[in-house]
């Protein structure tokens, strides 16, 4: 993996105004998109949540990375 700036709780935590509806339906499409792809070649995460969902800030599209395939088992 590429180095991520920092994970979707960190980016949450702490704000005082939520996350722009454009960005949160880019991360929930995206999000949706990666557990499609996984679960069309056989891989269960069962870990998903926000600290195992990363991106960076500094990249104009912001692409998040699943990540922590730890506890995933094949379907």
Known sequence: FE???MNLY???KGRPNYLPET???SYIYQL???IEHMHRNGIF????KPENILFDTQAPD???KITDFGVS???
């Open 73 to 75: 088992r094949r379907l």
């Open 3 to 5: 180095l991520m700036e």
């Open 32 to 34: 949706l998109k990666a």
């Open 45 to 48: 995460h069962r870990d998903i």
């Open 62 to 64: 912001a692409n998040i």
């Open 23 to 25: 960005q949160v339906k």
């Open 10 to 12: 960190e980016a949450i």
